[in-house]
């Protein structure tokens, strides 16, 4: 299966793992560590950080191997469905905290990257 919506996919997810190791780590690891919070609290947090950013890995190299390699649709079903899954735990997340989602870039970039898996696994 080759289809441009499936690299689009693999290129915006690709963006996002630069973004958020190397600016993200920039400007919210670095800070978030140096605060005076609870040891557990901050090594959780930073924990939770490095597993954001494997699951961008994860999307990005499903959704290029999907692109490539025929017959492997799967692969961007399972990296569509996990974006998918991920704008729902965010909006949640949005709603239990009563924060808007204009806060969350999470919800816009993954909105995007389902969007053009299901664009690509459709066409």
């Known amino acids: 299966m080759e289809s441009i919506w499936l690299w689009a996919a693999g290129l915006v997810t690709s963006v996002g793992v630069f973004v958020h190791v190397v600016l993200g780590g920039k400007m ?24 954001a950013s494997v699951a961008f890995v994860f999307m990005t190299v499903g959704f290029i191997a999907a692109a490539t390699l025929p017959g492997r649709a799967d692969y961007a079903v399972i990296a ?11 909006l ?30 459709l066409t």
Do not use: Q
């Open 28 to 51: 919210f690891v670095r800070p978030f560590l140096a605060n005076d919070i609870p040891n557990e609290h901050k090594w959780m947090a930073y924990l939770v950080w490095h597993v």
């Open 80 to 90: 569509t469905a996990f974006a998918g899954f991920l704008v729902v735990t965010a």
């Open 92 to 121: 949640m997340v949005c709603w239990k905290s009563g924060l808007s989602p204009r806060n969350f870039p999470a919800i816009p970039l993954f909105s995007v990257v389902t969007t053009l898996g299901l664009i690509g696994l």
